[in-house]
């Protein structure tokens, strides 16, 4: 019923509206309520063009939030507690979870075996030093990624990190090499 922030104005890029009036009217008859952010609806013509929406899709727009709201209690019990938020964030299990999911979910490279060769991993407990090069294998707020919610830093374990306690720091070598955005390389 939300959109994902900036949403709405991507439907232009992707060839989905011509402008931003268009956008939020497809949005909005596609069962979309809310348009984040909400500067794009003022700025974009959108409120002209929610406008000529016709009434049973504004009514029944109105029914489908109502249904969920009685649905969740939400107008006998308006009020989140606040006082459980806190513990019911960043739980042990939670991150356990998480890693789990992250140790099954990625893929680096495929596993093969090149003629006359060893496969690339398992890495060879041989092998004397690892070079890892690139802004993002030791930027711990970038890890976390936009939206990381109450997301910290301090608790995020980044690949230089890891590498570096797995095979000690004295056979890993890290490089920055440039940034995410810009033409200035790195030192």
């Known amino acids: 019923m939300d959109s994902d922030w900036t949403s709405v104005s991507e439907l232009i890029a992707h060839g989905i509206a011509n402008d931003g009036a268009t956008a939020a009217r497809k949005a909005f008859l596609a069962a979309l309520i ?27 727009a109105v029914r489908r939030a109502l249904r969920v709201k009685f649905e969740l209690g939400l107008f006998e019990h308006p009020y989140a507690d606040e006082t459980r938020e806190a513990g019911a964030m960043v739980q042990p299990e939670s991150l356990a979870l998480a890693r789990t999911a992250a140790e099954r979910s990625f ?8 003629p006359g060769e060893a496969p690339v991993l398992p890495l060879s407990a041989d092998a004397k030093t690892i ?33 570096t306690q797995k095979l000690g720091t004295e056979r890993v070598r890290y490089a920055k090499g440039t940034e995410i955005i810009g033409d200035r390389p790195s030192k």
Do not use: H, Y
């Open 34 to 60: 809310w348009i984040w952010p909400a500067v794009f609806t003022t700025k974009s013509g959108a409120t002209g063009a929610l406008r000529e929406v016709p009434k049973a899709a504004v009514d029944e």
């Open 107 to 114: 893929v680096l490279l495929k596993n093969a075996n090149f």
């Open 131 to 163: 070079a890892l090069i690139g802004p993002l294998a030791d930027d711990p707020q970038d890890m976390l990624g936009c939206w990381s919610g109450q997301g910290r830093p301090a608790d995020v374990v980044t690949l230089r990190s890891a590498l």
